[in-house]
């Protein structure tokens, strides 16, 4: 049999590279792990940030108005934007009006307001731990519509 040939230089630099990348990507055991172990520590902390999905950057979140909502009904329904806001403000002062009654209101497809009472009870401060007595109040709750949760 003929002698062997040896591989040429350049195919011996670029196959020592590639064995250590394999030692450092595959989890080293016995006698290996103690010669690898400072390798393998390295590449399971650079693989760490990259497990975390960085979201993309979301454009900032933009409030809506009573006048923005005004101005899309006016250009829908063929109104002033004058008589739109006003038409608006009168359903907000409506809607006040009752919940300071007491009664409940159901918006179809976007859902229902109402007055719930909050009974008296004691609470801590956080920054001393002190027992602070809260009062009766009142808060209005919003329950959205199935219609609404299906759509967000």
Known sequence: MPPAKKP???ARKTAAPAKVAAKTAAPATGKAAASAGKTAAPAKK???PAKKAVPAKVAPQITITLKHIAAEL???HDLSKKAAESVLDDFVALITRQL???DKIRLSGLGILQVRDRPARTARNPATGEAVAVA???KI???PAKELKNAV
Do not use: T
């Open 8 to 10: 040429a230089p350049a």
């Open 46 to 48: 650079a693989a760490a």
């Open 74 to 76: 006016a250009e829908g």
């Open 100 to 102: 300071v009654k007491g």
């Open 136 to 138: 009766v109040s009142k």
């Open 141 to 143: 709750a919003f329950r």
